[in-house]
């Protein structure tokens, strides 16, 4: 199996620490508002296949927290600084919720560098009719009972012990998260009106019992983007990745071969 | 020392078994639970114990904002503020505070102030807060940016007052390209600036400041904190150059006189009880939300967390000097008590909280009043008070 290996790059200013391994076509996997540390073991079993850069965004994980990050735009911009400064090319997105927005934005924006584009669980939209989960109102143990389908998996994680290290790292993916999508909640509200901008291959994959951003988040987001394909997870929270890893790997390293959207 | 009535007015007519169905009474407990006519009650109840704090000899009294609970039934303290105004004549009106980072638009705060301090002529004392975390879900206002807005709106209204004629204002979260406050504010350059906070080394770097020297006001804490946190004032203070008087300190707390000690305990207990446990408690995702504090401040939290949030007991509150509770005789001699160690020149008195009645209330503000502030009126009194409107028109009057 191959080994990420962590480097820490300079990009926009900002030292950010950056995971890549394997071979192949490149993902870029954008990491939701928990941080990176569920999808580190993801994103190894696919480097197996692909050649995987897994970058804790700035003001994540270990990298700074630069003077530049308010909103959601600056986050966007500074991933298409960060193809250009990578020099990346045909790069297959795959953005996981709050990823996924900074993925949906930077896409709006430029899609020269990004050759697919996969969103799972993403943020970014609001449906007036379909009621949000508030993460913010809910502690360690209710996010997991919470965003994991399966609960022995939930109780299995919450048991874990943590480190004072990986606590203080969770305080500040908290901060962050916050200043990005607190308000509006996890969306903006122009976003919208430009999903039409995205025109590479792109493909919506959803747990079916996502209670952040339940289903019909995925199928307007697929409904929005030219030619977007959904694939629902069965049995699924809002994390498949560490629910149905191998499901997603599939619905992935197919997508990047060129498989049918 | 100088006295403030203190109130918050709660919605004491809450169905007690109703609510505890909901984790907390703020936001969650829904407003079916509110019933208009016993709202209309008590507003009519609380701002009559607040003008009664004039005739009772009170220096001020005062008001705050909190927002969708039952905790206080003050989203705008501009409105208590101003139904007191037209009803007093020369008791001092506090807002304590508006909360800046909450409005998208502190211009209004520099207009409603300045309208409230000119009705009163120069009655009023502006209180800035940024408001408790709750107020960040309700409002929507991103606790992330809660510290730049307070600063960037502070500066913003101390421009708007004391600046004149037409000027702009072009920040991060504010951009006016005109700014021209009328009416301007009675008191020039503008009403006395207090700032209660539940401790924040910031705030006291920021409000001790030589430029601002605003009075800082530790609110409804353990009385150790309250030591620590004025005292870290007054070094600060030191620091800058200069000695803090005592009038830029001030202490917030409930407080409960009766006849004897037992009676007060007897008296209080329920309801201060139903105050803290039931109209203030709220769990730690509600009270700090992401960013409202500093990751340092946080790290702590998590193992505290059954502190912040567990039930306390009227005794527990009351050894802990959360509350003053006893007869006039315990409650003077503990105030005489804290002040000798933190010689704080105001004391803010909460003389109803929770769901003590109308009754109870009444008892509590005429022995406090009549039997404890005469009493400890001479302390802090060497002190020249700045820190209050009117010490100039006083004097005026005296001579």
């Known amino acids: ?261 | 020392m100088k006295f403030t009535l203190f109130h918050l007015m709660p919605y004491a007519a809450l169905d007690l078994k109703e609510a505890e169905k909901y984790p907390t009474a703020w936001l969650h407990t829904p407003n079916t639970l509110y019933d208009r006519e016993a709202g209309a009650d008590l507003y009519d109840r609380y701002l009559g114990e607040l003008e009664r704090g004039e005739d009772l000899g009170f220096d001020g009294i005062a008001v705050n904002e909190h927002h969708s609970t039952a905790y206080g039934m003050m989203p705008s303290p501009i409105v208590t503020a101003s139904a007191l105004a037209r009803r007093t004549k020369n008791v001092t009106i506090a807002i304590l505070g508006s909360a800046l980072p909450l409005r998208d638009h502190p211009l209004t705060l520099a207009e409603e102030h300045a309208m409230i301090d000119t009705i009163t002529r120069g009655r009023l004392i502006t209180g800035m807060v940024r408001g408790i975390g709750a107020e960040y879900h309700v409002w929507g206002t991103n606790p992330a940016f809660s510290h730049e807005r307070f600063h960037e709106a502070h500066d913003m209204i101390i421009q708007a007052w004391t600046k004149p004629g037409v000027t702009s204002w072009h920040g991060k979260h504010y951009n006016h390209e005109y700014v021209n406050v009328w009416p301007r504010p009675y008191q020039q350059p503008h009403p006395p600036i207090w700032i209660p906070s539940q401790g924040s080394k910031e705030t006291i770097v920021w409000a001790a400041h030589p430029d601002r020297k605003y009075t800082y006001l530790q609110t409804f804490s353990p009385i150790k904190s309250v030591r620590k946190y004025l005292q870290q004032y007054r070094d600060q203070c030191e620091e800058y150059g200069y000695t803090a008087t005592d009038h830029q300190l001030g202490w917030a707390v409930p407080i409960y006189v009766a006849e004897t000690d037992e009676i007060a305990r007897k008296e209080a207990k329920e309801h201060f009880e139903t105050f803290r446990n039931k109209f203030l408690k709220m769990p730690i995702e509600m009270l700090l939300p992401p960013g409202y504090s500093s990751i340092e401040s946080m790290k702590g939290v998590a193992k505290t967390k059954a502190q912040i949030t567990g039930d306390i007991t009227l005794e527990l509150a009351a050894d802990m000097g959360m509350f003053i509770v006893g007869s006039a005789e315990t409650v003077r001699q503990q105030i005489e008590e804290h002040w000798k160690e933190m010689r704080m020149g105001h004391l803010l008195s909460m003389l109803q909280f929770g769901t003590l009645p109308a009754d109870l209330t009444d008892k509590n503000m005429d022995l406090f009043a009549n039997e404890v502030m005469p009493h400890l009126r001479a302390l802090s009194a060497d002190q020249e008070d700045t820190h209050m409107p009117g010490a100039q028109s006083a004097t005026q009057a005296a001579e």
């Open chain 1, 1 to 261: 199996m191959a080994e990420l290996e962590t480097k820490t790059i300079t990009v926009t200013g900002t030292e950010v620490a950056c995971r890549r391994g394997g071979s192949g076509p490149v993902v870029l996997f954008l990491h939701g508002a928990g941080g990176a540390g569920t999808a580190v073991p993801f994103c190894t079993g696919l480097a197996d296949s692909c050649d995987v850069i897994l970058p804790d965004h700035p003001g994540f994980g270990a990298s700074a927290t630069p003077e530049w990050l308010d909103t959601i735009h600056d986050m966007a911009f500074f991933y298409l600084d960060f193809l250009e400064a990578l020099d990346l090319w045909d790069v297959h997105v795959v953005g996981q919720s709050l990823g996924g927005w900074i993925a949906l934005e930077a896409a709006v924006r430029a899609t020269e560098r990004i050759g697919r584009l996969t969103l799972v669980g993403a943020a970014g939209i609001n449906l007036p009719d379909v009621k949000k989960g508030d993460l913010f109102m809910w502690d360690k143990e209710t996010r997991y009972r919470n965003m994991i389908h399966d609960s022995a998996l939930a109780e299995k994680l919450l048991a874990m012990p943590t480190t004072p290290e990986q606590d203080e790292i969770a305080i500040k993916n908290e901060f962050t998260t916050a200043r990005l999508a607190w308000e509006p909640r996890f969306f903006d509200p122009h976003l919208y009106k430009w999903l039409h901008r995205i025109t590479v291959p792109t493909q919506v994959v959803w747990g079916d019992d996502d209670p952040i951003f339940p289903l019909p988040y995925g199928e307007a987001l697929a409904a929005r983007i030219p030619g977007a394909q959904l694939h629902v997870i069965a049995a699924c929270g809002h994390l498949p990745q560490i629910e149905h890893p191998a499901q997603m790997s599939g619905l992935i390293t197919n997508f990047t071969q060129g498989g049918a959207s």
